[in-house]
């Protein structure tokens, strides 16, 4: 691994959309708008338009770059979407070694610090890593984290454990398009 101690994996995911909260009745925007991201590495849709914040982080040797966070709380649900372009002097020639850390830094979170559930897939000819896990309250985080190429690509979503899997959801991770 060669991301320094903050890098990608320590970003406090829940702290961007910790502030989800359980409502007696959800409400479900109906316009979704479609989010292009930093360099258009890729389109996303969200229920709204997110707030964007960029993370200046470095490699392990000193490297600086940037990852770029866009997220929308509503209707009791966190989305998240985020991307970073690894520098040079990053190995990307293992993408399941650093999509591996990426969860294991995100599990920290999660009751017993473990995802219920990871799949390993390829999504437009990136390595792709689907993931559910369990926290606190009755909650759950999804997630789906892709490298291609030196493009480092994560959805994630909070809510209840049944919305993880709900409409909402599966609208928002089907949503992803990337860039050739």
């Known amino acids: 691994m060669t991301l320094r101690r903050r890098g990608l994996l320590g970003l406090p995911l829940l702290g961007i959309a910790g502030r ?6 959800l409400v479900v925007p109906l316009a979704w708008y479609g989010v292009r991201v930093e360099d258009n590495a890729f389109t996303v849709e969200m229920p709204g338009v997110p707030d964007h914040r ?3 982080d470095a490699s392990v040797r000193g490297t600086a770059f940037q990852l770029h966070s866009y997220s929308l709380d509503v ?4 989305y998240v979407a985020q991307t970073a372009l690894y520098p040079a002097d990053v190995d990307v020639s293992q993408p399941r070694t650093i999509l ?3 969860l294991n830094g995100r599990a920290q ?3 017993g610090h473990q995802w219920t559930r990871s799949d390993w897939r390829v999504i437009g000819g990136a390595t792709a890593v ?7 309250g009755g909650k759950a985080l999804r997630q789906t984290n892709l490298l291609k190429a030196r493009r480092f690509v ?3 979503f909070l809510g209840s454990a049944a919305g993880a899997t709900g409409v909402e959801a599966e609208r928002f991770f089907k ?3 990337l860039s050739a």
């Open 100 to 102: 591996q850390a990426a």
């Open 75 to 78: 209707g009791g649900y966190s």
């Open 175 to 177: 949503s992803l398009k």
């Open 109 to 111: 979170q999660l009751i």
């Open 20 to 25: 989800a909260q359980a409502q007696a009745k």
């Open 154 to 156: 994560s959805l994630a």
């Open 54 to 56: 960029v993370v200046n």
């Open 130 to 136: 689907d993931s559910i896990g369990a926290l606190a």
